[in-house]
C-alpha cells in the first residue's frame, strides 16, 4: 500500500503542468459507445479512473487504445455485451455513464446500481427517471438496472428537481440518438458538460444552450467519427492553486483557464491570493497574510464541491474564521478529524463547519478516504511543522497524475514510499 511522505514548510515556485479533466474524459469515452468511431480524445490524463472506464468499455466489447506518450484515448468499434458488472461499477461510479449510451444505441443495458461512497449515498434516480421519459422502461433486480427501449428513444422534456452533473451527461447522450427533440431543463453546466457537448457535436449530434441550464437535442439517426481536444482540469487547478496559496508561494498553472474556476477565483482572492490569467496558463501568488473567507459549495458556476476539502486545508492556516457550508454532498467532510490531527481547529455541525485559523499545522501521520479529502491532506502536509505521512494513496491515484512529481518540481519536499 503506498504512502506519501512530506516535509512540509517549503513555499512553492515554478510552472505545474494542468492536465486533461478526469471529470470531462469519462463521460467523453462512455460516448465512444454512441457511435463505431473511431472517437479520439487528446490530452487524456493517464489516471486510475481512466484505466477502470477504458476496461469496462472493453469489457462491453469496444476497442479502446491509450497512448500515455501522446495522452490520446481512441475508442472505436460497437458494445456487444450490454452489461456493467457491480465488481467494475462499484469501483467508480462513474461507470453508470455508460447506461443513456447503450440504451440510446442497443435498445437495452443492465448496468449494476452504483452503491453509495464514501461521501454519500450518492443516488441514480434522476437518470432512472429521465430515461423512462423517453420510453426506457426499468426493471430493477438483484442489485442491476436492466433498461429496455425496443422501438428506441423519443425525444422528451426532461426538468430535473435538483442540478446533477452525471444525469445531465447521461440524458445528454441518450438524447443524441432518440427520436424528435429532448428538452433538458435545470441541466448543469459545470466546464465537463459543455466539453461533453462539443464533442458530441463534432461525432455529428444537433445540440443547443451549450454551456446554459437549458439543452435542446435533435436526435439524429447515427453519429460518426470525430477527434477532440479535452479541456484541462478544473479541480487539479484548483488544487495546486491552494498548494501555492497555503505554503505561500507563486506558481504557473499551465493550460489552466480562469473560466473554469468560477467562484473558487473570487474566494481566493478574497482570501489574499493573487490570480491572473496569463498566456500560458493562471498565475497564483501569495505573498501576504492569509485571511479567512466564508464558502458554500453549489453546482457551477458556484463554489465546486470537489474543491471544498482543498479549500478547508488553505482556511486551517488563515488569518480568523471560516465558515465552510458544503450543500451538494452529505457526507463530506471526512477530512475534517485528519486535518485536526494535524493542529487544525475545526468544528462541524451538520452541513456547515466552522474553521479557526492556527499559526501553524504540525505534520502527523494521516488517512486519506476518497480523492479530494486525500489531496486536502497533502496540501496541509506542504505547509505543516515537521513530516506528514498520508496513507492510502491509492484514492489520490484516481484523480492526480503524477501529483509527487509536479509538487517536487516546485519545490515540495515528497516522495511516495
Ligand atoms: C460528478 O458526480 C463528479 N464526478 C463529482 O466529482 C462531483 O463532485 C459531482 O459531479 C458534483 O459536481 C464525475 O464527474 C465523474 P451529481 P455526480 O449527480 O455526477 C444527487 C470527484 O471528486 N443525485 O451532480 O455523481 C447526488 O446524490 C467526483 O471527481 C441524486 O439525488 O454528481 C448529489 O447529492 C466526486 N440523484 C447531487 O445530486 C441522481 O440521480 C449532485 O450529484 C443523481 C444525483
Redesign the pocket.
Known amino acids: 500500500m503506498d504512502r506519501i511522505r512530506i516535509r512540509g514548510g517549503k513555499p512553492l515556485s515554478g510552472r505545474i503542468p494542468i492536465g486533461g479533466a478526469?471529470?470531462a474524459t469519462?463521460p467523453l469515452m462512455a460516448a465512444g459507445l454512441l457511435s463505431e468511431g473511431p472517437l479520439t480524445l487528446e490530452n487524456a490524463p493517464d489516471l486510475a479512473d481512466i484505466t477502470t472506464m477504458r476496461h469496462l468499455l472493453v469489457q462491453h466489447g469496444m476497442q479502446v487504445t491509450q497512448d500515455k506518450a501522446e495522452r490520446r484515448l481512441v475508442l472505436s468499434g460497437a458494445a456487444d455485451n450490454l452489461e456493467a458488472p457491480y465488481d467494475l461499477v462499484r469501483k467508480m461510479?462513474?461507470s453508470v455513464l455508460v447506461l443513456g449510451p447503450l440504451v440510446a444505441r442497443f435498445g437495452e443495458a443492465r448496468v449494476s446500481l452504483p452503491g453509495g461512497c464514501a461521501?454519500?449515498?450518492?443516488?441514480?434516480?434522476?437518470?432512472i427517471k429521465g430515461l423512462e421519459q423517453m420510453g426506457a422502461v426499468f426493471d430493477l433486480e438483484g442489485g442491476y438496472m436492466h433498461a429496455k427501449a425496443p422501438q428506441g428513444l423519443r425525444g422528451a422534456r426532461i426538468i430535473f428537481p435538483?442540478?446533477?452533473?452525471?444525469?445531465t451527461e447521461n440524458l445528454l447522450m441518450a438524447a443524441t440518438l432518440a427520436e424528435g427533440t429532448t428538452e433538458l431543463v435545470n441541466a448543469?453546466r459545470?466546464p465537463?458538460i459543455g466539453d461533453l457537448a462539443m464533442c458530441l457535436m463534432r461525432m455529428g449530434a444537433r445540440i443547443e444552450g451549450i454551456g446554459t441550464d437549458r439543452l435542446v437535442v435533435e436526435g439524429v439517426k447515427r453519429l460518426g467519427a470525430a477527434t477532440h481536444p479535452i479541456i484541462p482540469d478544473r479541480?487539479e487547478a484548483g488544487t495546486y492553486a491552494c498548494a501555492a496559496a497555503i505554503t505561500g508561494g507563486t506558481v504557473l498553472l499551465e493550460g489552466a483557464r480562469m473560466v473554469d474556476l468560477g467562484a473558487v477565483v473570487r474566494t481566493l482572492r478574497e482570501c489574499g491570493v493573487d490570480v491572473a490569467e496569463e498566456t500560458a496558463g493562471l498565475r497564483i501568488t501569495r505573498s501576504n497574510g492569509l485571511r479567512g473567507a466564508d464558502v458554500m459549495t453549489e453546482?457551477f458556476p458556484g463554489f465546486?464541491?470537489?474543491m471544498q476539502a482543498q479549500f478547508m486545508a488553505l482556511m486551517c492556516v488563515a488569518e480568523g474564521a471560516s465558515m465552510i457550508t458544503e450543500t451538494?454532498?452529505?457526507n463530506r467532510f471526512m477530512h475534517v478529524p485528519e486535518l485536526t490531527r494535524m493542529g487544525a481547529r475545526i468544528k462541524y455541525h451538520g452541513q456547515s463547519a466552522i474553521v479557526r485559523g492556527v499559526p501553524k499545522l504540525s505534520g502527523a501521520p494521516v488517512m486519506a478516504t476518497d480523492?479530494?479529502a486525500s489531496v486536502s491532506l497533502v496540501l496541509a502536509g506542504l505547509a505543516a511543522q515537521g513530516e506528514t505521512i498520508v496513507n492510502r494513496v491509492y484514492h489520490l491515484d484516481r484523480?492526480y497524475e503524477a501529483i509527487e512529481r509536479k509538487l517536487s518540481a516546485v519545490g515540495a519536499e515528497i516522495e511516495r514510499i
Open positions: 478526469k471529470n469519462l461510479r462513474a461521501i454519500g449515498t450518492r443516488p441514480v434516480d434522476l437518470h435538483q442540478v446533477s452533473v452525471g444525469a448543469a459545470e465537463e479541480i453546482p465546486a464541491t470537489d451538494i454532498f452529505e480523492l479530494r484523480g
